[in-house]
Nanobody, 124 residues
Framework: VQLQASGGGLVQAGGSLRLSCHAS????????MGWFRQAPGKEREFVGA????????SYADSVKGRFTITRDNAKITVYLQIDSLEPEDTAVYYC??????????????????WGQGTLVTVSS
């Protein structure tokens, strides 16, 4: 499975951005997809995840209310909508896919595939 993230860019604080993650290859093996981010000088952080079949979502507490994950089965694409952007949201955003049903929280499991990341820069 290959993942291609896109949609990053430079945005002013308070604005919105929608990131996309297109999956290709043996996508039938994917159970769910997650979004992560890594800010400069910080560790990678779980943002949220979505189950491919049901569309059920899970979010990190730090982003609830501003981040929304959706998916388009026909386009085999997962989206991360970010509203009310803050300078602290500046990071490289990664999408990842998991094949098996998670036996732990989405933030704790090992993901099988990773995209290359897309940079989001929020100016104040």
């Amino acid at each position: 499975v290959q993942l291609q993230a896109s949609g990053g860019g430079l945005v002013q604080a308070g604005g919105s951005l929608r990131l996309s993650c297109h999956a290709s290859g043996r996508t039938y093996s994917v159970y769910g997809m997650g979004w992560f981010r890594q800010a400069p000088g910080k560790e990678r952080e779980f943002v949220g995840a979505i189950t491919w079949s049901s569309g059920r979502t899970s979010y990190a507490d730090s982003v609830k209310g501003r981040f929304t994950i959706t998916r388009d089965n026909a386009k085999i694409t997962v989206y991360l909508q970010i509203d009310s952007l803050e300078p602290e949201d500046t990071a490289v955003y990664y999408c990842a896919a998991v094949k098996a049903t998670p036996r732990a929280g989405w933030a704790l499991i090992n993901y099988d595939y990773w995209g290359q990341g897309t940079l989001v820069t929020v100016s104040s």
